[in-house]
């Protein structure tokens, strides 16, 4: 049984900086990536950034720039560096994992063998 844990969220000003983090128990055997999505208040859950088994990171083109993924595999650990924090960043980030056999850096929504119960993120003006 593989479980997902976030921490790292809260509030902050607009250009601040938070750090997510995400923590896995169970086995990494057979997963292809794990990374971070977000949904805003009455808006779809979007991908953020990802990273595959072997270390391939990826970012959303829009948050390049100001968002990085790494990763600690001793610790089975993912995280999402976030920095020039915007209002639109306000979100509830989740962090999921795929395992289902298939290359990815950042899992496909509809492929996400696991979530974690989510942080909230406030960025306010």
């Known amino acids: 049984q593989v479980q997902l844990f976030e921490s790292g969220g809260g509030s902050v000003q607009t250009g601040g900086s938070l750090r997510l983090t995400c923590v896995a128990s169970?086995?990494?055997?057979?997963?292809?990536?794990i990374g971070w999505f977000r949904q805003a208040p009455g808006k779809e859950r979007e991908g953020v950034a990802g990273i595959s088994t072997f270390g391939t990171t990826t970012v959303v083109d829009r948050l390049k720039g100001r968002f990085t993924v790494s990763q600690d595999t001793a610790k089975n650990t993912v995280y999402l560096q976030m920095n020039s924090l915007k209002p639109e960043d306000t979100a509830m980030y989740y962090c999921a994992a795929q395992y289902d056999g298939r290359w990815c850096a950042l899992p496909r929504q509809n492929l996400v063998s696991y979530w974690g119960q989510g942080t909230q993120v406030t960025v306010s003006s």
């Open positions: 169970g086995t990494t055997d057979g997963r292809n990536c």
